[in-house]
């Protein structure tokens, strides 16, 4: 694994992530039940978004904005089925980021730690925007753009996101 | 754009996708229950073979029983303060009604860290239902929001969509207690010339017609003075962010907390799944059947 952040311009440079069968299902209902369990035991964990690391770090490494759009309309989906906002909010966002994320990961080598910290830290607040924006326009409810509480979930994930990310790598067919 | 669709259908409709939720809440919940039941043995395992094993036990005891004497003293408290208030206008010999109530077990939160949600062990099968009150021993907790076949949702007191009728327990001054998504619950609707200091207590008024009136809400931790309102902070009686175990009221008729109530029951060792009257509270109409 090439620790430097190598910014290649040619997209035939950029190794495309195979995963055994099944990977990314279990991956996926193992983070939806973790974020609905986790904070029943631990109230601080309720900052994490383990849905929306997953469908950055599948995103990225797969490399395939259709791919990527489906993942993340279907994490979105089952997240929203599993809170209490109408189904469809999560939905949205989470397909956003999944396509960024794919395209991203089909454009820049995003092996390294500072990267990957960098990428999930701008997916998150984006992601974030997106719910907002959202809520304000299509449900009429206002919520606030900016909180410290949000500034700390921001930098709590993508602190996870470089662990975690570096734990999925493992699932990697070599 | 599909989903923006579903989203402007469910907001017209008023629908909430119910169909979606109930496969996903089915498929996930029997995780969840595995889990809450692996942890709860690992930690009873761990709690009386491993640590202490008297010691807890006997800690548990007192806790529940701390718990049942809190719910005792507040209703006698209850009944003290509003016989004096009204004893000349009521009648104290209502025949008492029994009011079903069950205890649940938290099994799950919210998937959105936005919202203040978790989900319980129990649903329709016992019972449970929309809009139904959700307490502890120590205050209101929030209200079921959906009920499923066998798990069901509560919109805890915190969550910013959230709101309870409540009031100053002493001077009786009326306002609406809602959550802004953090620990510390908001009290709107108190006059800027009211009366209001710190470690004043709220409790319910029974308007809202979901939570008997009397029952701990928190108490007064912040005082500002606003134009037309104080603003005010309250501090949740219970320990909202904690919690394990609740106890669901099984009926939306509207509650008031009787006059004339035996010792204060069971209810905090009530096992789940047996619906048991939660002393001291009478159902204003007759108890409801659920299927």
Known sequence: ?174 | MLQVLMLAVQIKRDSQGRLIRVWTVSAVSPVERSGAWGIGKVRDAWRHYFALSDTARQNEELIRENGQLKLEIMQLQSKSAEADRLASLLNFKQKQAKVPMVLARVIGSSADANSAVVYLDQGLHEGIRKNMGVITPEGVVGKVIESYGDTSQVLLLTDRDSGVSAMIADSRIHGQVGGMGEPLLDMKHVGADEEVKIGDRVVTSGMDRIFPKDLPVGTISQVKPGTAFKQLRVRPSANIERLEEVIVLLTTDPLTLKQEAPAAGNAAVTPPSSAQPISGLTNTKPAEKHP
């Open chain 1, 1 to 174: 694994m090439n620790d430097t952040f190598d910014l290649r311009i040619s997209e035939s440079h950029i190794e495309v992530h195979k995963f055994h069968g099944g990977t990314i299902l279990l991956c996926v209902i193992f983070a939806l039940v973790l974020q609905a369990f986790l904070p029943v035991y631990i109230p601080k964990a309720s900052v994490l978004d383990l849905p929306l690391l997953i469908t950055i770090y599948f995103g990225l490494s797969r490399r395939n904005p259709s791919t990527g759009l489906l993942l993340g309309t279907f994490i979105g989906l089952l997240q929203d089925s599993l809170s209490k906002t109408p189904i469809g909010l999560f939905g949205i966002a989470k397909t956003v980021i999944g396509y960024l994320a794919s395209s991203i990961g089909a454009r820049l080598d995003t092996e390294h730690p500072l990267a990957r910290f960098a990428l999930t830290a701008a997916f998150f607040a984006l992601h974030q925007g997106i719910v907002v924006l959202v809520q304000k326009l299509l449900l009429a409810q206002p919520q606030p753009w900016f909180t410290t509480r949000l500034l700390e979930a921001c930098i709590v994930n993508a602190i996870l996101g470089v662990f975690l990310y570096h734990f999925l790598d493992r699932l990697r067919k070599s």
